[in-house]
């Protein structure tokens, strides 16, 4: 607010100085004074474009930093739900998360609370599509990914084998785009060596508590 108040007071008195300078002209007794005065007003100017051309590249930088810390919080959103569908351990890897994705099977029904989180997950991203609009101008990877969790919102039953196929789908590619707008590797770890998968209901609900004390601590 301060830089953009001494901005607009810098472009106001460019502007006056020019102005005075232009009821100057055909005096030639104050041509130096006019001479002067064009130049002070050009600077003044100069500073104004200076301070606008600085105050953009903040801005870019900003909206950059808060496009990846939106990318990292989804990404480890994905993770963690994953993590309680389909099991492996904390901190995975963008290809071993990427590999336990494409191993899930159409009959891997998710528990009411990892349906719960996926639910969420959706719900979060259009909250986040409708509160942070210039970030995801700047950062299209990111906005892709949202878009693919947008799905999530109207997930009732995964227990059908489509369901279960629209579900896997719209991690794996909302993870991939997460991972561009991080420079992270986008490689599958092969789903035939992931030795951790136990989608068992008891599994699940096992895992969404130890996750929830996780949390909580």
């Not at 102005?19 to 100017?45: H, Q, Y």
């Not at 993590?83 to 159409?106: C, K, N």
């Not at 227990?159 to 279960?164: D, F, G, W």
Request: no cysteine; glycine share 6%.
């Amino acid at each position: 607010m301060v830089r953009t108040a001494l901005a607009l007071a810098t472009l106001l008195l460019s502007g006056s100085t020019i102005a005075i300078a232009w009821l100057l002209r055909g005096r030639p007794d104050l041509e130096t004074a006019r001479s002067i005065l064009v130049n002070l007003g050009t600077e003044f100017f100069g500073i104004v474009v200076t301070v606008a051309v600085v105050d953009w590249l903040f801005e870019r930088r900003r909206l950059h930093d808060r496009a990846r810390e939106l990318a990292w919080s989804f990404l480890h959103d994905i993770e963690r739900v994953v993590r309680v569908w389909q099991g492996g351990p904390p901190g995975m890897e963008t290809d071993e998360l990427l590999g336990l994705i494409s191993s899930i099977e159409a009959d891997d029904k998710p528990s009411e609370s990892a349906q719960a989180l996926l639910v969420h997950l959706g719900h979060r991203s259009k909250e986040l599509m409708d509160k942070e609009p210039r970030t995801l101008a700047l950062s299209p990877a990111l906005r892709a990914g949202l878009t693919e969790l947008l799905g999530l919102r109207s997930l009732r039953d995964g227990s059908t084998p489509t369901s279960v196929r629209m579900v896997a789908e719209i991690l794996d590619q909302s993870s991939v785009q997460m991972s561009r707008v991080l420079g992270l590797s986008t490689q599958r770890f092969p789903a035939g060596l992931i030795r951790f998968r136990d989608p068992t209901p008891e599994a699940q609900e096992r895992r969404y508590l130890e996750i929830r004390s996780e949390m909580s601590a």
